[in-house]
């Protein structure tokens, strides 16, 4: 497909143009803090801050889903006599009775057409690797909620120019200009972008009198821009063996100080672009209802909780474990897929700074090594490789 | 001696004699710019501890009940005069136990506020270094720029008059100076946003807490937040707490956090320097301690043989009608 | 262009929402057609107190085309839930060949069950079923079947003991172990009473005390696996119970040299879509609620140490 | 002012202020603007203020009907929480009431409550909750005339400014 170039002061126009038929989602600087929000004209889009706070995951996958309706008639039910009695439990307790007679029940899904621009290629990759456990891969459950929302999402993308020192993408086959999930690539280049739409979809939005065709200096300036930031991107450890090293690691001592200084809470998971474990919960207000999901994480003390009081990853080492493991073993073995795209967030955002590339490197290399260099929290770490001589 | 090495000295002595099975202090993380908590067991491996104007992680948090699976270990540990409020706070609920405990307290003249220092770049900072009152930030394109120490001190430094720890089995270094512990309190960045008319207010709360993801990194970051499993934000039934993440859903589960610790939190801030998406807390919990102070002149964690105000009353108490 | 974009599902055909029949549940249009969110409305049709505290809900779906069309395998699991209060995954306790109904057993110990406890004739639940992978009794064709129960773990293998007792000539013998702590607290009364009655099955009861009026045998589950002594040869051992039952029951197993291969549990963790991505009932790569809750042992022992 | 503390606290220049939707605060703080009775969530403890509320009834005083009484063994189980949540579900008000200071069924709940109540009255009004619609106060179980007046004063309070239309809580 013939790229095209978009100048800089033609995006509000382009975004303008698409807000006319979809809702337009962008990252956009409040108070210096940059999110994926609605974008409406006058709000300035903000690509200079590499990664917004959260991938763009909840336009996909809403942090609060409510995905049926339901509502009861108040009528008292016919009872049989011979039945035992509702209301009145076995200890003795009494306890509110609920109206039982449902009188509809209905499937909620909202999935108005969206653009998400300005996203990086790693938060493409996201939800393509969400894509998996969501789209019945494998002959599993297929989740209408996520893929209604997901085919009526266009993705424009934007190349990272100044990839961070947390940026791992290329280490486990990603790139700061990768096409994976992309519909259209935006790249930017002196005075605007080079556009490539990628896919139908990507066409589609890009169809914009604006967009001229690249001269051929735009395109060469893009091909050199990707180059130079795929140099840049870090590749703090090797990927192959990752799997088996998890698995052979599992019972390994070195997770107990990896995790020490985590806190257990789920900011790692929340801005993760592919992190996607929920909970489902019920609300009730007189006779209306409904049942939602709501996120939830791996992290969460209850997660597990069972009813017994059982909780089969009680502890904070079971269930940092648990994030790593699934991330680069479970959901590889149960989708051939990994569930990461090395966009780094959880690395900055976590209060404690919690290194998944340590991790990585500690309880993915070959069981043994770490615990002879020392094990402790501490010395495992290496110091970023890149960066400063940049 | 520098109060880094002095810290190195005193974890050392722990260590090596076995006054501690491990310690607990501050180190550089990916970068220099980054400080993390760091668990130190041997003593060879005390020169990894930092002292330096990042150490703003309040290390009293890995003290919490199932926090850490060693519950007998003997834990040395250094606290800022701020964290040793959280400290004393967790002591007067003899929620720690002191025979196990060795506190190293560690003066501390303000620390600076990364967050504010990041909005100066769009860049990433891989790099802060400060000498005599000027912060040299580094970001990962190689540029450098200097910033005067004082306009980017964290807002709780600002108003500090705890800047010596009010507990410690030792102090590492000579004690900070400090302004006058008994002086009234400063809540400037409450009063102003007092000052905003209700309605402004209203709305800056709904935009404020609208952004909250329900992490939970302010609760569990928070030393004297210690439900973990039994938290009544978790709740669902009883729903106590709306677990629909909504901005005013959110609100009510910001305030239960607050009013749970209230009394007991001496606004460390571990909370505000938590939050992903940077939720000024600070405006809840310094409220909180505004009025806490307006009502019984008490400060939490201040001094180690008061109580909680509201785990106790006076029959005098002069509230209500 | 939907293709393109999952490399990794390269060869496989991939779904979209159009391939969705609007407002079906999977119970209507099959596992990979229909909304698995959605529950079909069932009606209580039937409550049997079986212990203090569990009880039996008989339900009928209130579609009759889903209630005919409605099968499952033995061992399968349903999230059966109380609109409002919630979901929860039980195992379906009705005969495999039963087509009137369709059965849980439900002990009172959490929201959702307490909710369900309050159900009464005539109210309305939500039901999604079938769910999970059955025990493959086809393949135990022509061997002897043990089970070993202990208190609420019976209605994890009453459709299977169902299944094989009307398919009594397909096996060449039927062994149940069931034990609970006391004689009031043993579920399915009135089908044990039958099934005491045939000579073709054989049945031990067990008590943890002794008690008066009590025929049977006293002491726990294991120790009376292990007086009963049986043969390990051309037999499949099938368990389930409280969770210290089953360890020491499976130990027990082996003792009496039992293989891996032979020796098969249910496994029950938190729960919540019922359908592998809400994330939380996974035992390293395997998920209880869509590649359990049947794992035989040495499927089991592939797994890692987190139950 | 300036410079407004949240915009302070995230380090950037104060635009909250001004940000989109909050140019109607006027508006929001004035009149009501819709029109039903309001809803009124009293808690009162057991052993005093249920009773003064059942006094009040079988003396046959009138009252005005928009409160709906919750009953707890003592105002020192009540927890803030029920108050925010009573709010954040769309009360117009919340009364509290339990036994007067020294009265305590248990010697010393409402000791504990008023220190909590006295806190929390004021967080609500710095969350935008005004006075008139957040009220505790002690009624003893004889004082039926009392109860009458503590109701009536804070409905009247709470009709004179309306159905509450917060955004933050």
Request: glycine share 8%; hydrophobic share 35%.
């Amino acid at each position: 497909m013939t790229i095209k170039y978009l100048a800089q002061d033609q995006l509000a126009a382009f975004l303008a143009h698409l807000a006319e038929r979809a809702r337009v989602v962008a990252p956009i600087s409040e108070d210096g803090v940059v999110l994926f929000r609605n974008w409406e004209p006058g709000r300035q889009v903000d690509l200079e801050v590499l990664l917004a706070k959260q991938a763009p995951k909840e336009f996909m996958f809403p942090q609060t889903e409510e995905y049926l309706k339901f509502s009861y008639r108040m009528d008292t039910p016919v009872v049989d006599e011979s039945a035992p009695p509702a209301g009145a439990s076995d200890d003795g307790q009494v306890e509110a009775a609920l109206p039982h007679e449902v009188i509809e029940v209905q499937a909620e899904n909202a999935a108005p057409a969206q653009i998400i621009f300005g996203l990086r290629p790693c938060d493409a990759r996201g939800f393509v690797q969400m894509d998996q456990v969501f789209g019945g891969y494998g002959g599993f459950y297929f989740d209408p909620l996520y893929n209604a929302k997901r085919e009526a999402t266009t993705l424009l993308a934007v190349t990272c120019r100044d990839p961070r020192s947390t940026c791992f993408c290329t280490a486990i086959g990603g790139c700061p200009a990768g096409h994976e999930g992309v519909d259209a690539l935006f790249t930017q280049v002196d005075g605007g972008f080079t556009v490539e739409p990628l896919t139908e979809k990507g066409e589609a939005a890009t169809d914009f009198a604006a967009l001229r065709d690249a001269s051929e200096g735009e395109a060469a300036e893009a091909a050199e821009v990707k180059v130079q930031a795929t140099t840049r991107v870090d590749v703090p450890f090797e990927i192959d063996g990752v799997r088996d090293n998890l698995k052979a690691n599992f019972e390994g001592t070195s997770w107990q100080d990896l995790c020490l200084r985590c806190i257990s809470c789920g900011t790692c998971t929340y801005v993760c672009p592919s992190c996607y474990c929920f909970s489902v919960n019920d609300s009730l207000v007189e006779t209306k209802g409904e049942r939602y999901r709501v996120w939830d994480n791996c992290f969460n003390p209850t997660y597990t909780l069972e009813t017994s009081g059982h909780n089969p990853r009680e502890k904070k080492v079971n269930r940092f474990r648990n994030r790593f493991s699934h991330k680069f073993w479970y959901y590889q073995d149960k989708y051939d897929s990994l569930l990461c795209s090395g966009c780094g967030r959880c690395i900055m955002h976590c209060p404690t700074r919690i290194d998944i590339r340590e991790v990585l490197r500690v309880m993915g290399a070959p069981a043994g090594v770490p615990e002879a260099a020392g094990a402790a929290s501490n010395s495992a770490e290496l110091p970023a490789t890149d960066g400063k001589e940049a | 001696m520098s109060r880094q090495d002095e810290i190195r000295e005193l974890a050392r002595v722990a260590l090596s004699t076995g006054r501690v099975d491990y310690f607990i202090g501050w180190r550089e993380a990916y970068n220099p710019s980054e400080v993390v908590p760091a668990f130190v067991d041997e003593p060879d491996s005390v020169d990894q501890l930092v002292w330096n104007d990042l150490c703003a992680h309040n290390l009293t948090t890995f003290l919490k009940r199932k926090m850490n699976d060693r519950p007998n270990a003997k834990v040395g540990i250094c606290v800022k005069g701020c964290d040793s409020r959280t400290l004393v706070a967790l002591m007067q609920e003899n929620l720690v136990d002191r025979e196990r405990l060795y506190v190293v307290g560690v003066p501390c003249d303000g620390l600076v506020d990364r967050r504010k220092l990041e909005k100066e770049f769009s860049d990433e900072i891989i790099d802060i270094t400060t000498s005599n009152g000027t912060v040299s930030v580094t970001t990962h394109q190689g540029l450098t720029r200097d910033f005067p120490k004082a306009d980017y001190l964290l807002a709780a430094c600002g108003w500090c008059r705890y800047k010596n720890a009010v507990y410690a089995d030792d102090v590492a270094g000579p004690p900070a100076e400090e302004a006058d512990r008994h002086a009234k309190p400063v809540w400037t960045d409450v009063e102003a946003f007092e000052a905003l008319s209700d309605g402004e207010r209203d709305a800056m709360l709904e935009e404020i807490f609208a952004t909250c993801i329900r992490c939970f990194a302010c609760i569990n970051v928070c030393p004297v937040c210690y439900c973990w499993d039994q938290c009544v934000n978790r709740s669902r039934r009883p729903e106590l707490v709306s677990q629909k993440v909504d901005a005013k859903g959110n609100l009510v589960f910001q305030m239960v956090h607050m009013l749970h610790v209230a009394g007991r939190c001496p606004s460390c801030g571990a909370c505000d320097r938590a939050c992903p998406v940077e939720i000024p807390l600070s405006l809840l919990h310094r409220k909180m301690n505004k009025e806490i102070y307006d009502m019984f002149e008490f400060e939490p964690g201040a001094k180690l043989d008061e109580m909680p105000v509201f785990q106790c009353f006076k029959i005098e108490d002069a509230f209500g009608d | 262009m939907a293709e393109t974009m999952s490399g990794a599902a390269a060869g496989k055909k991939r779904l979209t929402a159009a391939d969705v029949v609007p407002g079906a549940s999977t119970a209507r249009a099959g596992k990979l057609g229909g909304n698995p969110y959605l529950p079909e409305i069932c009606t209580v049709r039937e409550i049997i107190q079986e212990t203090p505290n569990i009880r039996t809900f008989r339900l009928t779906f209130d579609d009759p085309e889903v209630q005919k069309s409605f099968s499952f395998l033995p061992g399968q699991v349903g999230q059966f839930g109380v609109f409002g209060v919630g979901e929860s995954t039980f195992a379906i306790t009705s005969r495999p060949s039963e087509t009137e109904y369709i059965q849980f057993s439900v002990m009172k110990a959490g929201e959702v069950t307490s909710a369900i406890h309050q159900l009464s004739l005539g109210d309305k639940a939500g039901v999604r079923a079938p769910m999970g992978c059955g025990f493959p009794v086809e393949a135990w064709k022509g061997k002897r079947i043990l089970y070993v129960m202990g208190g609420i773990g019976s209605a994890a293998l009453k459709a299977t003991i169902e299944y094989t007792i009307e398919h009594r000539v397909d096996y060449e013998g039927i062994s149940i172990l069931y034990g609970a702590t006391a004689p009031e607290n043993f579920t399915y009364q009135y089908d044990i009473d039958q099934w005491q009655k045939r000579d073709d099955i054989d049945l031990t009861l067990t008590i943890d005390r002794e008690c008066d009026g009590w025929q049977c045998d006293v002491g726990l589950v294991p120790h009376v696996l292990e007086r009963m002594n049986p043969t390990p040869e051309n037999t499949i051992a099938i368990t389930c119970g409280p969770p210290i039952m089953i360890k020491f029951a499976l130990m027990s197993f082996k003792k009496l040299g039992f293989s891996d291969e032979q020796t098969y549990t249910t496994l029950e963790k938190r729960m919540k879509c019922g359908i592998g991505i809400c994330g939380r009932c996974n035992v390293g790569p395997k998920y209880v609620c869509v590649d359990g809750p049947v794992f035989s042992l040495a499927e089991l022992r592939e797994l890692p140490d987190e139950l | 002012m300036a410079e407004t503390a949240a915009s302070k606290a995230r380090g950037a220049a104060p635009t909250s202020v001004a940000a989109p939707g909050s140019g109607t605060p006027a508006a929001r703080a004035g009149a009501p603007q819709v029109d039903r009775p309001v809803k009124i969530i009293g808690i009162v403890c057991n052993w005093c203020s249920y009773a003064g509320a059942d006094t009040a009834g079988v003396g046959r005083f009138k009252q005005p009907a928009n409160v709906r009484l919750l009953r707890v063994p003592c105002t020192g189980r009540i927890d803030p929480l029920f108050v925010l949540k009573a709010f954040e579900k769309g009360a117009d008000g919340v009364l509290i009431s339990g036994c007067h200071p020294g009265d305590c069924h248990y010697s010393e709940g409402n000791y504990y409550a008023r220190r909590k109540f006295e806190l929390l009255e004021r967080m609500l009004h710095y969350l935008g909750i005004p006075k008139e619609r957040f009220k505790w106060t002690w009624v003893s179980a004889s004082e039926g005339q009392r109860w009458q007046q503590v109701v009536t004063d804070f409905v009247a309070g709470v009709e004179k400014l309306g159905p509450r239309e917060g955004r933050a809580l």
